[in-house]
C-alpha cells in the first residue's frame, strides 16, 4: 500500500555481514575454540559491514559516534 519493503539492500547488507561472520566464527570455533570463534565474528561484523557499504545515514551515525568519543 505504501511501497514499503523490508527487505531491501540497505537491511540486507547487514544481514548478509552477520551470516557471513557468524558462519566464519562458527567454523573456526569447531576447528580451534568456542573463544577464538567468538572473538573472529565480533571483529568481523563490523569489517565486513563496513566492506560492504554502509549507507549514508549509517556513515553520519559512525561520524557522530566518533565524534563523541574521547
Known amino acids: 500500500l505504501l511501497k514499503i519493503s523490508p527487505w531491501d539492500r540497505t537491511l540486507l547488507k547487514?544481514?548478509?555481514?552477520?551470516?557471513?561472520?557468524?558462519?566464519?566464527?562458527?567454523?573456526?570455533?569447531?576447528?580451534?575454540?568456542?573463544?577464538?570463534g567468538a572473538a573472529l565474528a565480533v571483529l568481523a561484523y563490523p569489517s565486513l559491514w563496513w566492506l560492504l557499504g554502509p549507507e549514508p545515514e549509517e556513515r553520519e551515525l559512525v561520524g557522530k559516534l566518533r565524534r563523541s568519543l574521547p
Open 14 to 36: 547487514p544481514c548478509l555481514a552477520l551470516l557471513l561472520s557468524a558462519s566464519s566464527g562458527a567454523a573456526l570455533a569447531l576447528l580451534l575454540h568456542p573463544v577464538a
